[in-house]
């Protein structure tokens, strides 16, 4: 009788692994469109795709488009100098953030005049940064580039800011 116990608990207890983790799997997989970026999917990454994307067509250093590139540098820029982030820059780890910046516009295409201009003007305070400026303000700057991009280029919709830097709008 211990014996059938034992292999009835296990089986509950696999069971509701596998349910957690496929309703888990299930809730982070598919976009619902509440408050995350469109870049890693969604009808309106395609729509993106197409006004910019990486020059040879394929990813680039790990990101699948421009809108994921975008995303990941908003949030590398939030974790760094977002919530107090600013009055302790960690001025090394700024240097190589904008060193990876540049390494990636490089290779970042688009026709869209307004976008072109805003990813100049991310490239030039990168470029300051990656030459040893420890301006807060260029770091300011940087980071709300990458935040208005992601609402206007993605619609990112997880924030109430928005600074109006960026010439290109949606």
Known sequence: MKRKNKW??????????????????????????????????GSEAGASEQVAQFKDGKS???????????????????????????????????????GDILALMASVQTDNKALQTDFESISTYAKQVESGAKDKQILLKLHRYFHDLDVEFNHYKDTKDYYDVTEYKS
């Open 8 to 41: 009835t608990t296990s089986i509950i207890i696999f069971g509701m692994m596998a349910i957690l983790f496929g309703a888990y799997y299930g809730y982070t997989a598919l976009d619902f469109g509440q408050g995350k970026s469109a870049a890693g999917g």
């Open 60 to 98: 680039n250093k790990g990101y699948k488009n421009v809108g994921v590139f975008i995303a990941d540098f908003h949030e590398k820029y939030n974790k760094s100098l977002g919530w107090g982030g600013i009055d302790s820059v960690k001025w090394t780890d700024q240097k190589k953030i904008a």
